[in-house]
């Protein structure tokens, strides 16, 4: 008897799961119905038929990310590098995911990797590190037209990693170490340039304002000489308007000739008082009549004075 009561619980608990389904927020189940698609089930408690009904698929509705594992690419500056990254979709359609495709997420990775590999053969090394957003917009928009029957949605793509090989590293290390032995090459020479412009032009700026100080001093010089000459003409022609003054008093010539006189006697005497040689006057034969006209304007000057 309790033989056949626990094989009776068994078979109702057995009949129980074919025919009670709960299904949890996060999923949707596609119902098969003699081997035939017959409806997608939400979230809750569903009643299947036993024998007939069954949940053929299961199917995770939140946002799923894949791994997309390490593959080698090459750059269209043929250089080897390894990528890998994350892929992001989410089933939009649990019919055309189940029947549209074997594995999505096995092709999503597959296809991740293919458009990936094609885009970096057109892109140089410097231009993949730098380009990473155009890259995964790329091959976001790439999955995403691919994937479109099966009921998914790319909704991002993420690099990780581009890692070069050992020797296109060291070789990078080589040229960023010559790049920055350069840019201080430049630095000192772009210094050494200004400083010696500096000093040229302040050079140039003493020579000018030297030459400038000389040509100020030649003006000032000269108009000192102006000023000299223009006093010394204005005593002499002062002095000159008073001798002529003086003439034209009376006995004024008489006196000229004197002072001619007296300046003759003195610059022959100082003349024969120096000279080694004797000095006779060219005219000696009227040396008599000099002595006498001497000698009136003596007595002239005398008669004036009385």
Not at 112 to 127: C, D
Not at 165 to 178: G, P
Not at 182 to 204: C, L
Not at 266 to 279: F, K, P
Request: aromatic share 6%; with cysteine; hydrophobic share 40%.
């Amino acid at each position: 008897m309790m033989t056949f009561i626990t094989f009776m619980v068994l078979i109702f608990l057995f009949l129980l799961s074919k025919t009670a389904i709960i299904i949890p927020a996060r999923q949707a189940c596609i119902k098969e119905r003699l081997g035939k698609f017959n409806a997608i089930l939400g979230p809750g408690f569903h009643i299947l038929i036993p024998f007939l009904d069954r949940i053929a698929y299961r199917h995770e509705m939140r946002e799923q990310v894949f791994d997309v594992p390490s593959q080698s690419c090459i750059t269209r500056d043929n250089i080897q590098v390894e990528v890998d990254g994350l892929v992001y979709c989410k089933v939009m359609d649990p019919s055309k995911a189940s029947y549209g495709i074997e594995n999505y997420q096995m092709a999503s990775v597959n296809l991740a990797q293919t458009t990936m590999r094609s885009e970096l053969g057109k892109l140089t090394l410097h231009q993949s590190f730098s380009e990473r957003d155009s890259l995964n917009m790329t091959v976001v928009n790439e999955i995403d037209k691919a994937s479109a029957p099966w009921g998914i949605k790319v909704l991002r793509y993420e690099i990780m990693n581009i890692t070069p090989s050992h020797h296109v590293i060291h070789t990078l290390e080589q040229q960023m170490e010559a790049e920055r032995t350069r840019r201080a090459e430049v630095t000192n020479a772009t210094a050494e340039k200004e400083m010696v412009t500096t000093i040229s032009e302040g050079k140039r700026k003493e020579t000018i304002n030297i030459s400038e100080g000389k040509r100020q001093g030649r003006i000032n010089e000269a108009a000192g000489r102006a000023a000299e000459i223009s006093i010394l003409a204005e005593a002499t022609a002062y002095s000159v308007s008073r001798v002529g003054a003086a003439i034209n008093k009376p006995g004024g010539d008489k006196a000229v000739r004197m002072r001619i006189l007296e300046q003759y006697i003195q610059e022959l005497g100082h003349i024969v008082g120096e000279s080694q040689v004797s000095v006779v006057p060219a005219d000696l034969a009227n040396i008599k009549g000099f002595f006498e006209g001497i000698s009136r304007v003596s007595n002239t000057m005398n008669g004036a004075k009385g």
